[in-house]
């Protein structure tokens, strides 16, 4: 057996992020910690919703899970025409991570695409259900698309809880701080199974909000983080225009 078929990465220049040019000064600098790591399954499908608290939230999950994890990417991060803007493309289309054009008007299909033919594929696919960093380390209201992929497959849900790697890539960073990393991942959500115990139907939007709500419950609890009913880029935008913080925020 390879070196690359034993460590369940197949992508071989994510390997090499991981193992040689990236992961071990990350490992020496933020020192990332990780509880119930034994959730993640082997082998087979899964969907890992996870709070998101910088840019390298990415990189540090990655950096712990036995196995290739396959994110959704916004647009820019591969059109962008300037030198650090191909320099992002080459990374994420190396390591195999999609494309997703969040302001178009069929986002939510790109994305439920994106996703099948990950799972289809039995591999696992990371989401960050918020959509946007949190302005302020709580954990803001999901969108529904997490929810939609996993009604729609069947596959199971597991929630992985981001915590300290704010400090350690503050928002406008590029070189992370040498601050503890850790993360904690929840039990294994069956999705269909959890809204039919609620008497909702798995097709219907109810179903879609109210499994969203629970995940992102989930994850305050296991980052230890408030949970904020609001959308975290509402927020920003009115950061951003200088009206300060929504009432009631």
């Known amino acids: ?3 690359l078929g034993s460590t369940n990465i197949p992508n071989k220049w994510y390997w090499a992020f991981k193992y040689v040019l990236v992961g071990p000064l990350l490992r020496v600098w ?3 910690e990780v509880e119930h790591l034994e959730r993640i399954p082997d082998k087979g499908a899964a969907i890992l919703p996870s709070n998101h608290q910088a840019v390298m939230d990415s990189f540090y999950f990655p950096l712990v899970c ?3 994890l396959t994110f959704p ?10 030198f650090v803007g191909k320099l992002q493309k080459w990374f994420f289309t190396s390591v195999g991570q999609v494309p997703i054009e969040r302001g178009s008007a069929d986002a939510g299909d790109q994305l439920l695409e994106a996703a099948t033919e990950v799972l289809e594929r039995e591999d696992l696919f990371g989401i960050y259900p918020e959509g946007t960093r949190s ?12 929810a939609r992929i996993a009604l729609q497959t069947g596959v199971q849900v597991i929630p992985v ?27 294994p959500i069956d999705p269909r199974a959890f809204v039919l115990e609620q008497g909702l139907d798995p097709e219907s939007y109810e179903a879609t ?3 969203t709500d629970h995940v992102m419950h989930t994850l305050a609890d296991l980052a230890g983080e408030e949970y904020v009913d609001v959308y975290a880029a509402d927020v920003k935008a009115a950061l951003e225009a200088g009206r300060g913080y929504p009432e009631g925020v």
């Open 1 to 3: 057996m390879s070196i």
């Open 30 to 32: 933020n020192r990332p």
């Open 66 to 68: 036995k196995r290739q």
């Open 73 to 82: 990417a916004k647009s820019e991060y591969f059109t962008n025409t300037s």
């Open 135 to 146: 302005p302020d380390g709580r954990v803001y209201k999901g969108k529904t698309g997490m």
């Open 161 to 187: 809880a981001m915590i300290g790697t704010r400090k350690a890539n503050p928002i406008g960073s590029w070189i992370p701080r040498p601050a503890k990393v850790r993360m904690r991942i929840g039990e």
């Open 209 to 211: 909000r109210y499994l």
